[in-house]
């Protein structure tokens, strides 16, 4: 009995309501502005690496001579991605052989020299930083870390140095300051190469 009158009694209250109720689930996840760094289609993620202040002001330089539709948060991206196609070229030299590098190549810096780039300091970068990474940026790099981990004792850092070399190179011999491509164009144009 007790519960009937609760029930007509919620009901006339429902009834006498002009708008209708939104739920709780669907305010929350109602669109709302945010504050802060713009939303991408895939988050990154940040990946620690000690830079030396040259390599920091090349990375503003690089930005420069990128198309208009990238900026400077996707050069850790590209530098990533010339990395890995120098990697897999290296490897598919080596493909009938029991090597993932050649025989030649024996330190970090002899990779410099075979893909001619100018070499890094030695000193150690004693300031730490985060670079953002799309997530297959962050496989490749923990990819190529690891073979020359293994290869030659070289760390995150010394990896990344060399990505921003090879990234240096490529923008050099292919300007795309004034393209109109974008992000996947610019890593297709990559793996061609």
Do not use: C
């Not at 620690?48 to 990375?59: N, T």
């Amino acid at each position: 009995m007790k519960s009937e009158k609760i029930r007509e009694s919620r009901s006339k209250e429902r009834d006498n309501d002009e708008e209708p109720r939104v739920s709780t689930l669907k305010e929350l996840l109602r669109e709302k502005p945010r504050r802060g760094r713009p939303r991408r289609q895939v988050a990154r993620q940040n990946v620690y690496v000690a830079l030396h202040p040259e390599q920091k002001a090349q990375l503003d330089d690089l930005a420069g001579r990128l198309p208009k539709a990238l900026g400077r948060a996707d050069l850790p991206d590209l530098a990533v991605s010339v990395l890995t196609a120098r990697v897999e070229a290296l490897r598919t030299a080596v493909t009938g052989r029991t090597r993932e590098i050649p025989e030649g190549v024996t330190d970090l810096e002899s990779l410099y020299l075979l893909w001619d780039v100018p070499l890094p300091r030695r000193e150690p970068a004693d300031k730490w930083t985060s670079i953002r990474l799309s997530p297959q940026q962050v496989l490749e790099l923990g990819r190529v870390h690891g073979t020359l981990n293994a290869a030659f004792g070289a760390n995150r850092s010394e990896v990344f140095g060399l990505a921003l070399a090879l990234l240096a190179q490529f923008l050099e011999r292919h300007p795309l300051a004034e393209a109109e491509m974008g992000l996947a164009d610019v890593r297709e144009m990559i793996f061609r190469e």
